[in-house]
């Protein structure tokens, strides 16, 4: 996707972190954004941004994890702003436990929002964006720990290596017709994803706050790096159309210990 001007983004969790410097990010270039968060508040905040860039915004409550909440958000980018050109399915949450004490709930929660989230937003937007033949761009939020095992995240890397497979799958589906794919795969960012229990809906167990193992991780993600500039590489990897967008280059070791790690053991059956 080359032209941005005056086309249509849809970001999903654009209330905060890396969803809201993307959303600010398009907007810079021209487009107009459709905010779909469960947290309105959040929404708003992001919507002043894009409008104080001279575009426009609707802020949609949205539960990614909810295939009728999609298509509702779907009816109104439609009616308020038009067919979108670019999707970011970006919504994720993350619970920090180790597997022997994960609940059936942890699991639910955590799939439903980071894989069922995406494929949502594949399938309630892709058919709009194929009818329309204008092309564009989706974009799906993984992390590295979608490309290697990092503890205590046990659903949060099952989520998103169905993430980072999914993507790719669809980039080839969607390449004759001129949809682009892109899978993001950052490291710590800034963000409250660590806190992401603040939004833990009640047929979940509801609101949570910071465990052990979250508190461990909270430093790291906090000097992690800033949003803003995994927006401008968000931005460039949709420009050039590259299949993964991959933020922290200090963390290529543990991708290529997992790749070297799969080389060596063909070598077993050789
Ligand atoms: N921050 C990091 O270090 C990091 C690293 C790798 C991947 N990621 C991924 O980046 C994405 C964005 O997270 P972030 O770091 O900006 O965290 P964040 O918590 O700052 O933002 C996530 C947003 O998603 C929203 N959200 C939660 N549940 C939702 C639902 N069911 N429907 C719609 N929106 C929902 C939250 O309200 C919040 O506004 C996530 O997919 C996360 O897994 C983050």
Redesign the pocket.
């Known amino acids: 996707m080359k032209d941005f001007k005056d086309k249509i983004a849809v970001v999903?969790?654009?209330?905060?972190?890396?969803?809201?410097?993307a959303s600010l990010k398009f907007a810079e270039n021209g487009m107009d954004i459709a905010i779909?968060?469960?947290?309105i508040e959040?929404?708003e905040e992001t919507a002043r941004g894009v409008r104080d860039l001279g575009r426009k915004a609707i802020v949609v409550r949205?539960?990614?994890?909810?295939r009728t909440?999609v298509e509702a958000l779907a009816d109104a980018v439609v009616r308020d702003l038009g067919i979108p050109s670019l999707i970011f399915n970006?919504?994720?949450?993350?619970t920090f436990k180790n597997i022997v004490d994960m609940t059936s709930d942890d699991w639910s929660w955590v799939m439903?929002?980071?894989l069922d989230?995406v494929i949502n937003g594949v399938s309630v937007f892709l058919p709009l964006m194929v009818k329309a033949e204008a092309g564009g761009h989706i974009v799906n939020?993984?992390?590295?720990?979608g490309l290697f095992g990092v503890p205590n995240l046990a659903s949060?890397c099952a989520s998103?290596t169905a993430v980072v497979g999914l993507s790719e799958h669809l980039r080839g589906d969607l390449k004759e017709l001129n949809i682009g794919v892109s899978v993001?795969?950052?490291?710590?960012?800034?963000?409250?994803?660590?806190?992401?229990g603040?939004?833990r809906?009640v047929q979940f167990g509801g609101p949570e706050g910071l465990n052990n193992d979250a508190e461990q991780t909270a430093e790291g993600?906090a000097q992690?790096?800033s949003?803003d500039i995994v927006a401008e590489m968000i931005f460039e990897g949709i420009r050039d159309d590259d299949p993964y967008i991959m933020t922290h280059a200090d963390l290529r070791i543990p991708v290529g210990a997992r790749l070297e790690a799969l080389r060596s053991a063909y070598e077993v059956n050789a």
């Open positions: 999903t969790g654009a209330g905060s972190g890396i969803g809201r410097a779909a968060d469960v947290d959040g929404g949205t539960d990614v994890s909810d909440s970006n919504a994720g949450v993350a439903g929002v980071n989230g939020t993984a992390s590295l720990a949060y998103k993001l795969c950052p490291g710590a960012v800034a963000t409250n994803i660590v806190d992401a603040r939004n809906p993600i992690g790096l949003p």
